[in-house]
């Protein structure tokens, strides 16, 4: 980690903005909203998320102009090694527009490329989950700690169907699902990727794998569920690339290494 950066005061700011972000997701989900279609009928962008990213991104400006910003509705997303938040507005939009309580301001940030400090607040429910490298995870100031599950016979999956609706991604997402629904306790659909791997983090679930996510989806999630002991990888077993659009989040080392050989994989072009 730079020793230029002070992680300290970035991550107060980092929650100081996650409250401010909230909100205004929170005076805004029971009220009329102006919806705009991205790529497809299912990705889609609200008044809302266009209005958090501009808070959050000048409140981080202000503090720290050389510092770099990629951000869901901001146009490009070149990750080097310059100190850099990783942002996603509203993580769960769907859900929001029709007033799901799981969606959440995403903020992650890297140094070297390396995720070293994560903040998701869903502040509907009002949980303020945070992971810095090195000093562990929280929600609400409680320690967090995955659930340590190793079998996939023990285990509750999350996935997601994704924005791709395309024939080759809905085929290889219920193949996938085919494969391990009667391998594993159960498996569930939330629509955040951010808290669904806060959930691993938290023991509430064992394991989270998705494809076509990008890496404001993910960036958060990953030092959360680090911190509190999951194993965070590329869906095939290797170390995770946060641009690769793919994450494999699970509870123990041994339950990633068995999803790795159940799930069929699909390669998508990168955030870059």
Same mark, same amino acid.
């Given at each position: 980690?730079?020793?230029?950066?002070?992680?300290d005061?970035?991550y107060?700011?980092?929650v100081?903005?996650?409250?401010?972000?909230?909100?205004?997701?929170?005076?805004a989900?029971?009220?009329?909203?102006?919806?705009?279609?991205?790529?497809?009928?299912?990705?889609?962008?609200?008044e809302?998320?266009?209005?958090?990213?501009?808070?959050?991104?000048?409140?981080?400006?202000?503090?720290?102009?050389?510092?770099?910003?990629?951000?869901?509705?901001?146009?490009?997303?070149?990750?080097?090694?310059?100190?850099?938040?990783?942002?996603?507005p509203?993580?769960?939009?769907m859900n929001?527009?029709h007033r799901?309580?799981?969606?959440?301001?995403?903020?992650?940030f890297?140094?070297?490329?390396?995720i070293?400090?994560?903040?998701?607040?869903?502040?509907?429910?009002?949980?303020?989950?945070?992971?810095?490298?090195?000093?562990?995870?929280?929600?609400?100031g409680?320690?967090?700690?995955?659930?340590?599950?190793?079998?996939l016979s023990?285990?509750l999956?999350?996935?997601?169907?994704?924005? %791709?609706?395309?024939?080759?991604?809905?085929?290889?997402l219920?193949?996938?699902?085919?494969?391990?629904v009667?391998?594993?306790?159960g498996?569930?659909?939330?629509?955040s990727?951010?808290?669904?791997?806060?959930?691993?983090?938290?023991?509430?679930?064992d394991?989270?794998?998705?494809?076509?996510?990008?890496?404001? %989806?993910?960036?958060?999630?990953?030092?959360?569920?680090?911190?509190?002991?999951?194993?965070?990888?590329?869906?095939?077993?290797?170390?995770?690339?946060?641009?690769?659009?793919r994450?494999?989040?699970?509870s123990?080392?041994s339950?990633?290494?068995?999803?790795?050989?159940?799930?069929?994989?699909?390669?998508?072009p990168?955030?870059?």
């Amino acid at each position: 980690m730079s020793s230029t950066v002070n992680i300290d005061a970035c991550y107060n700011l980092a929650v100081k903005l996650a409250k401010e972000a909230g909100t205004v997701i929170r005076q805004a989900i029971d009220k009329e909203k102006s919806i705009e279609i991205k790529t497809t009928n299912v990705d889609l962008v609200t008044e809302t998320d266009k209005k958090v990213e501009e808070l959050l991104k000048d409140g981080f400006i202000s503090q720290f102009p050389d510092h770099c910003f990629i951000g869901e509705e901001t146009p490009g997303c070149e990750l080097t090694d310059a100190p850099t938040w990783i942002i996603d507005p509203v993580d769960g939009t769907m859900n929001f527009v029709h007033r799901f309580p799981y969606s959440a301001v995403s903020i992650g940030f890297a140094v070297n490329k390396e995720i070293v400090l994560g903040v998701v607040y869903n502040p509907i429910l009002d949980r303020m989950y945070t992971g810095v490298k090195g000093k562990g995870a929280y929600c609400n100031g409680k320690k967090l700690k995955a659930s340590g599950v190793q079998e996939l016979s023990q285990a509750l999956i999350i996935t997601e169907f994704g924005s %791709d609706r395309s024939s080759e991604n809905i085929e290889q997402l219920f193949t996938n699902v085919r494969c391990i629904v009667d391998k594993a306790h159960g498996i569930r659909m939330m629509g955040s990727a951010a808290l669904n791997m806060c959930a691993v983090a938290a023991g509430e679930a064992d394991a989270y794998f998705e494809y076509t996510i990008h890496c404001w %989806d993910m960036a958060a999630g990953k030092i959360i569920a680090e911190e509190a002991g999951a194993t965070v990888i590329d869906p095939e077993g290797g170390n995770l690339d946060i641009l690769s659009r793919r994450v494999l989040c699970t509870s123990s080392a041994s339950l990633a290494k068995t999803l790795s050989k159940e799930l069929k994989h699909l390669q998508f072009p990168r955030d870059e």
